[in-house]
């Protein structure tokens, strides 16, 4: 909105038109995340904290975290007013992609309000029960993938990293691939929220890879020079990236350790679905693996861990997911999130490098 009001001047001074441009509106897009997140920030948390809706801490888990016991939860709300507010503020209301990625973002983000609800406001503690929660997700992931399965313009090409001239077509396929990667990138997210910060860090890498990416996919001559597929319309979703960035950022100033406030599943389970939508339009879907390998990371030793202990009884790590592992080796906390955090970033540089190098 505040996008259209400004550029409405422009027919009366030239300068305005300057707001017609992706980077900029991008730049206060982050701008107007991250100054709103750390503004509200604390009257979410008194609020969170007024209504006790705090933390339950699970007893078989490392020691450490009964600590954590009662901190402030759903601080996820936070996050989704904030990336819709900049958002809705500078970009063009009339690109389909932004309104399928914000419906991901409130659709996987009323799932976990749900989940949430039930484990901290009614102590339910298992929540929203699995079998409900996937189902739901799967319903939220197949109409986006029915969506861009329908649109004219839409291909359903794969782009490959490091290859350039491989470009497999899904065709119908398309839509349960769209539907995996939505599920599997929102349940990865949740799984390595489970340190101050852990999650928030590779949340971050992973937006500013594709504010680059989306914005370079929906240049026609950046694209053709990088030899990427141009996607018209996905540079509006470097906005978008950017709201989610400065929100992000915002947030994790309050969520780093010692933390004032945890996201809870209704930050974690939109949040993924975000950015594998993201992904997913801008046509660089499987870099996703590589940019988010934190998740596939912390997901893949779950997975493990389950496999081993049902097949021989046996565990590969002392817990999962893998950073309950190096809690329980004696690494302090804040040793894992920056490590981690480390990790991530060198993904996010490897993920950029496969824009030259293919
Ligand atoms: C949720 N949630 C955190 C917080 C956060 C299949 C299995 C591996 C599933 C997994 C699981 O349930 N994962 C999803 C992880 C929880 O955090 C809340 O949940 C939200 C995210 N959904 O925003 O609201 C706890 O994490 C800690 N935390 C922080 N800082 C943060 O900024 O310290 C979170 C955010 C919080 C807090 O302590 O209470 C969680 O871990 O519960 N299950 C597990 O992770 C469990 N693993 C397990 O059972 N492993 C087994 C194998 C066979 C699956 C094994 O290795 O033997 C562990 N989790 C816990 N205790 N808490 C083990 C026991």
Redesign the pocket.
Known sequence: MIYYILYSFHEHHSFFNVFRYITLRTIYAILTALILSLVMGPYVIEFLKRYQIG????????KH?LS??G?P????LLIIIVVLFATLSWIDLSNIYVWLVLFALVGFGLI?FMD?YLKVVRKKSDGLAGRYKLTLQVVIASVIAYILYSLPAYSTKLTIPFLKNVNPDLGWLYIPFVILIIVGASNAV??T????????GPVIVTTMVYTIITYAAGHTKIANYLLIPFVNGSGELAILCGAVFGASLGFLWF?TYP?SV????V???PLGALLASVAIISKHELLLVIVGGIFVLETVS?IF??AS?KINGR?V?????LH??YELKGWQ?PKIIVRFWIISIMLGLLALSTLKLR
């Open positions: 933390q339950y801490v699970r007893e078989d888990g490392p975290h954590k016991s901190t939860t759903m601080g996820g976990g949430d949740n799984l929220d489970g340190l101050d910060g852990l999650a928030m969520n933390a945890f996201m809870g599943d930050g974690s389970l779950v861990q389950v202990f565990r790590f002392l817990m999962a997911p309950h592992h906390e």
